[in-house]
């Protein structure tokens, strides 16, 4: 899986002291990002970590992500593919919590991301009030 990680405009890896159960990673498409008002900064209590997704097809795991305390995932309400792979995260990344992140989700999609396991969703691209209401 290729994911780059924006940390206050760098990119890069996190090691040693600055990895933390107090944070969340949100993993964005590279559109999704440019879009988001949201700065890589401490939000609700959390180091919120803005992560560029990899291809269509990827789905991170729970060792790339093993510093989040929660994790905000990108998907496709409108497209099968867009199903599984939020299926196939939620799974992954178990025990850690889901927050489902879609363009203009309706009520059906947003059951769906609940019977899926996502423990909220939030609309996108992505505010820093809607983010911060989900992660409190």
Known sequence: MTMMEFRRGKTGSL???QRG???VAVLLSE???AAAE???AALAGFDVR???LGSAGTVPD???LGWASAVVFETDGKAPEGWHRLDQAIKALAP???IAALNEPTHGETRQCMRLGAVDVIALPLA???LAQALE
Do not use: I, K, Q
């Open 62 to 64: 729970a060792a790339s």
């Open 50 to 52: 803005l992560v560029a």
């Open 96 to 98: 850690v919590p889901v």
């Open 128 to 130: 820093t009030d809607e």
């Open 31 to 33: 559109s999704e990002l």
């Open 15 to 17: 090691t040693g002291a």
């Open 21 to 23: 159960r107090d944070a």
């Open 38 to 40: 949201v700065p890589s």
